[in-house]
């Protein structure tokens, strides 16, 4: 049975249907949902250079707030920066999860060169069990 | 620290080679961006553009190698091209190359001394100030390529900036700075207009730069030329890097080390000037273009400097017919990108007296051309600021027991020489009293001008006839009385000193 789960969510629907399957299937365990939030958008989206750590946790803010919205009351929601891969690892890895669930977009030809596929690097790397899924799962 | 060799190699993959796909792609966005960097700033210093590519490649590769902080980009810049223009006028440019080696000698000295940790004495008002004076100043340089131009230069410029700013819209896919650059060539070349190129500016590099001393005597006198330059170059350079490196921080969320990047400049200047280039550092603009493309290690800073090169010795011939307006263009969004924005809204909503000190830095470094001056005045005028700040927070009460008795004034605050003044206010010194009682438990005294107003009140209220007893001083201030208070001195008069 497991008891931690790690949610990593980019709010896309894919991410939803991984939410849903893991609500529905593991009832009973410790979820967290987790969104990373990628220095590539702070820095395209800043305006105030001297400002830049008020900008980031500004973002950090509304992000969690978003997650927040989407979390039930006994999930908990987390907001980490970093590139997407190492940090649902190093999340997993330091609260303890025993299973990562996630959604891929299932992108294919030169947008999964561009983009590669998180869901498939995690599976790669993760020391635990990895269970993805479709957002086009009924 | 001894580092075991398996964290060693551990630690060298971390930081170049964690993240290869994205740094290698960002690393050549911001080489193409680098190119009409180097040769408009060459042109602000007034030296061939060969000298600003040379440098922004070899700063580039030694400050990924020797730098602290991963995926930031350095290279020739604005801020120290401007310092640079009088030096290059008067003296030429071997002075130039020997000004760049001293400047890094006084970087590396700066990091030895572990100078980094005092970036924060700098307020964030100041470098508020310094971002945007830089911004104008690179804005303005961009002027005089409009005087005397054809007036074919005006639709060439908003052309490129539409370009610059529209084509993100539809896609993000290549830099639009580049595609306005290679749009505004083919149309000038097959309209065959006459306006300047890059070609018209200068030299351009033919062949990898090579290791030469510069061409000046080593003497007393030729120090005395340079360091005036290599001084304030010196401070601009750490305070553009070490910022640039706090911003490349907080992006990412994570931390560098601020005494290796200054060492690290430090030496990627040595080099510089060794190879013909001039004096450079952390560029903010670039740096955050490198992170929003996808850069983590410092790989893609090596990448950035290396592919510069190759493109400018490959495409040479290309390089060379691009027309000023383009580049003129790209250096109005670098000033874009560059200024605080945040900054305007926020003079609403700041104390005055730190809009002052932000205007205050820019005005200096508008009249002066010189970064280095605008921080000074910039952190002064915050002293300024602060101390009568702290200075209001000193405050004296006090009560009397019976009348004609016994008065204890208690004084709460910061005791120096800025305060001193209000704090003498709270005393009346010609009260008819048999005691007064000074309850320093909540006040602090800082100076000897701080120990000179007690003095004065001792002595004023002894002169009276009043018994003076000192209490709840605490060790510090005991210990300044102990050195420099004279009340108890033989011969010491009221209004001796003061």
């Not at chain 1, 950090?60 to 006994?74: G, N």
């Not at chain 1, 907001?79 to 997993?92: D, K, M, P, S």
């Not at chain 2, 990108?337 to 900054?343: A, E, H, I, L, R």
């Amino acid at each position: 049975m497991f008891v931690k789960i790690l949610l990593p969510t980019d709010f896309s629907p894919s991410s939803e249907a991984a939410m849903r399957l893991a609500r529905e299937h593991f009832p009973a365990a410790e979820r967290c949902l987790l969104h990373v939030l990628d220095p590539k958008r702070i820095a395209n989206e800043l305006a105030s250079p001297v400002s830049s750590k008020d900008e980031r946790d500004a973002m950090e803010r509304e992000i969690l707030e978003q997650l927040r919205a989407v979390a039930r009351p006994d999930e908990a929601a987390v907001v980490r920066v970093g590139t997407a891969v190492e940090t649902i690892l190093a999340q997993a890895e330091g609260w303890g999860a025993d299973l990562i669930v996630m959604g891929t977009h299932g992108r294919t030809g030169v947008a999964h060169f561009m983009n590669g596929s998180v869901a498939e690097r995690v599976v790669r790397l993760a020391r635990g069990p990895v269970l993805i899924t479709h957002e086009n799962r009924p | 620290m001894v580092q075991t060799p398996s964290t060693f190699v551990h630690r060298l993959r971390a930081e170049w080679l964690s993240n290869v796909r994205g740094d290698l792609l960002a690393g050549l966005v911001v080489a193409l961006a680098l190119i009409p960097e180097a040769i408009g700033f060459s042109i602000v210093a007034g030296v061939d553009p060969k000298v600003g590519l040379y440098a922004s490649f070899s700063i580039a590769v030694v400050a990924a190698i020797a730098g602290g902080r991963p995926a930031m980009i350095s290279g020739a810049t604005g801020a120290m091209a401007l310092l640079m223009v009088t030096l290059v006028a008067d003296h030429g440019l071997p002075y130039l190359f020997a000004a760049t080696i001293v400047t890094g000698l006084l970087q590396v000295v700066f990091g030895l001394l572990r100078l980094g940790r005092y970036m924060r004495f700098v307020p964030k008002a100041v470098m508020v100030g310094f971002v945007n004076a830089l911004a104008i100043l690179i804005f303005l340089a961009q002027v005089e390529h409009f005087s005397g131009a054809p007036l074919a230069i005006y639709p060439l410029v908003l052309a490129g900036l539409a370009i610059i700013y529209l084509l993100p819209r539809l896609t993000t896919a290549v830099p639009a700075p580049l595609v306005a650059i290679v749009a505004l060539t083919l149309v000038t070349v097959f309209a065959g207009s006459p306006l300047a190129t890059v070609g018209d500016m200068g030299e351009l590099p033919s062949a990898l730069p090579f290791f030469a001393l510069p061409q000046v005597p080593f003497t007393l006198e030729t120090l005395t030329i340079v360091l005036p330059y290599a001084f304030p170059l010196a401070l601009v350079g750490l305070i553009e890097s070490l910022l640039t490196a706090n911003i490349v921080d907080d992006l990412t969320d994570t931390e560098s080390d601020k005494n290796r990047e200054a060492r690290g400049q430090g030496l990627a200047n040595v080099v510089t000037g060794c190879f013909g280039g001039m004096a450079g550092c952390a560029m903010i603009g670039q740096s955050i273009i490198n992170v929003g493309s996808g850069a983590r290690t410092r790989l893609s800073t090596l990448v950035a400097g290396v592919f510069l090169l190759a493109m400018i010795l490959l495409l040479g011939d290309l390089v060379r017919i691009i027309p000023m307006g383009a580049l003129v263009a790209v250096m109005i969004m670098v000033s874009i990108n560059t200024f605080d924005w945040g900054s305007l809204p926020g003079m609403l909503r700041h104390p005055k007296s730190e809009t002052i000190v932000m205007i205050g830095t820019v005005g200096v470094v508008l009249v002066t051309h010189n970064l280095a001056l605008g921080v000074g005045v910039g952190v002064t005028l915050s002293l300024l600021f602060f101390s009568r700040k702290i200075a209001k927070l000193v405050e004296v009460t006090s009560h009397l027991d019976v009348p004609g008795g016994t008065r204890t004034y208690r004084i709460a605050g910061q005791v120096f020489f800025v305060s001193t003044e209000a704090f003498l206010s709270g005393f009346d010194t010609n009260e008819r009293l048999e005691e007064v009682v000074l309850d320093l438990t909540a006040a602090h005294l800082w100076d000897a001008t701080a120990i000179a107003a007690i003095d004065k009140l001792v002595l004023r209220f002894r002169a009276r006839g009043t018994r003076v007893t000192l209490r709840g001083v605490n060790d510090e201030g005991a210990a300044l009385l102990d050195k420099l208070a004279v009340h108890d001195r033989p011969g010491a008069r009221a209004g001796g000193h003061g």
